[in-house]
């Protein structure tokens, strides 16, 4: 086990378990009430940070092509250039 990995989701889970009994709060039976959860806890403690409703949504990051695919689009490249040369 490495030391300085991130926790596991397991890890978080009983950590959010923990916290959730210490304060006397159920632990979130779906998303939803997660968020809920998360965002009255941050109001509470006063974060810096707008609430993820007031924020833009995150730009999605274009997923790089598989090596198999990278391979066919560069045989038919090659299949394609060698028709143009003859």
Known sequence: ???D???TVRQVYAL????CEMCDEEF??????ASAVIERF???LGHPQPRLEDTPPHRRRKRRPSAKTR??????H?????????
Request: proline fraction near 12%.
């Open 1 to 3: 086990m490495k030391a």
């Open 5 to 7: 990995a991130p926790p």
């Open 16 to 19: 959010a378990a923990v916290l």
């Open 28 to 33: 979130p039976p779906d998303r939803e009430a």
């Open 42 to 44: 941050r109001r509470q």
């Open 71 to 76: 391979e066919i689009r560069r045989f038919f």
């Open 78 to 86: 090659e299949l394609n250039a060698d028709r143009i040369k003859s």
